[in-house]
């Protein structure tokens, strides 16, 4: 099964996450190569217009400013692909229930794996909480 089609599987789990109340944070790690964005990081946020997520795009570079928004879910979804296979092969959810991780191996295949939870709540952050 093609990565994208297995990102969309694993994406379903986040959104059921979230609307359960056990979303407590995403990450994209695993770069390819060595690109100036090492890390991507997602956490629920306090929002009165609904459910909404935190997105931080953190450089290795001093120079290049690290980036927040503040995005929906699908919002999220549609920033996290366009990263896929271009910097990083792997996401990794984190719920109160259990980590799921997916993986795009070097075939351009995707799996998902599910572990013990590292996380034993999903507290939401303040937007001006230095949660990173």
């Given at each position: 099964?093609?990565?994208?089609?297995?990102?969309?599987?694993?994406w379903?789990?986040?959104?059921?996450?979230?609307?359960?109340?056990?979303?407590?944070?995403?990450?994209?790690?695993?770069?390819?190569?060595?690109?100036?964005?090492?890390?991507?990081f997602?956490?629920?946020?306090?929002?009165?217009?609904?459910?909404?997520?935190?997105?931080?795009?953190?450089?290795?570079?001093?120079?290049?400013?690290?980036?927040?928004?503040?995005?929906?879910?699908?919002?999220?979804?549609?920033?996290?692909?366009?990263?896929?296979?271009?910097?990083?092969?792997?996401?990794?959810?984190?719920?109160?229930?259990?980590?799921?991780?997916?993986?795009?191996?070097?075939?351009?295949?995707?799996s998902?794996?599910?572990?013990?939870?590292?996380?034993?709540?999903?507290?939401?952050?303040?937007?001006?909480?230095?949660?990173?």
């Amino acid at each position: 099964m093609s990565y994208q089609d297995v990102f969309v599987i694993f994406w379903k789990q986040v959104n059921e996450s979230a609307q359960e109340g056990r979303f407590a944070k995403l990450t994209m790690a695993k770069t390819i190569g060595k690109p100036n964005l090492r890390n991507i990081f997602v956490r629920p946020v306090y929002s009165e217009d609904g459910f909404k997520v935190l997105l931080k795009l953190r450089y290795r570079s001093l120079e290049t400013e690290d980036q927040e928004d503040e995005l929906t879910l699908d919002e999220a979804f549609v920033v996290l692909k366009s990263h896929l296979i271009t910097s990083f092969s792997s996401v990794l959810l984190f719920t109160t229930t259990k980590d799921v991780t997916f993986k795009i191996n070097k075939k351009g295949a995707g799996s998902i794996t599910e572990s013990a939870p590292t996380f034993s709540d999903a507290t939401p952050v303040k937007r001006d909480a230095d949660w990173w």
